[in-house]
């Protein structure tokens, strides 16, 4: 059983900077495959950006503006240059066992 409860979010001004913080229950670098995903309203779920067998991996409209890190129980999502369309509720979610684990979501809104 992994807990995962993230936190961090808000509303940001498009331009802006927000950092995601998912706390976890469980030892992250005995973790090999965790990341971050969000859906937008009306939208299926996405990945955003992962970290598996020690590699990251973004999605196309995330790159080189978000960046993915972890402690040993705490992964991040730094997310820069916010635009509108970044807009959702994220997620944090580990593998386990063949099994996945979700945080119950935090909203990110960016508008002026």
């Known amino acids: 059983q992994v807990q995962l409860v993230e936190s961090g979010g808000g509303l940001v001004q498009p331009g802006g900077s927000l950092r995601l913080t998912c706390s976890a229950s469980n030892n992250l670098f005995s973790i090999n495959f965790k990341g971050w995903y969000r859906q937008a309203p009306g939208k299926q779920r996405e990945l955003v950006a992962i970290?598996?067998?020690?590699r990251t991996n973004f999605a196309d409209s995330v790159k080189g503006r978000f960046t993915i890190s972890n402690t040993r129980n705490r992964m991040y999502l730094q997310m820069e240059s916010l635009k509108p369309e970044d807009t959702a509720v994220y997620y944090c979610?580990?593998?386990?066992?063949?099994?996945?684990?979700w945080g119950q979501g935090a909203q990110v809104t960016v508008s002026s």
């Open positions: 970290i598996s067998g020690g």
């Open positions: 979610s580990v593998v386990v066992d063949s099994r996945d684990y």
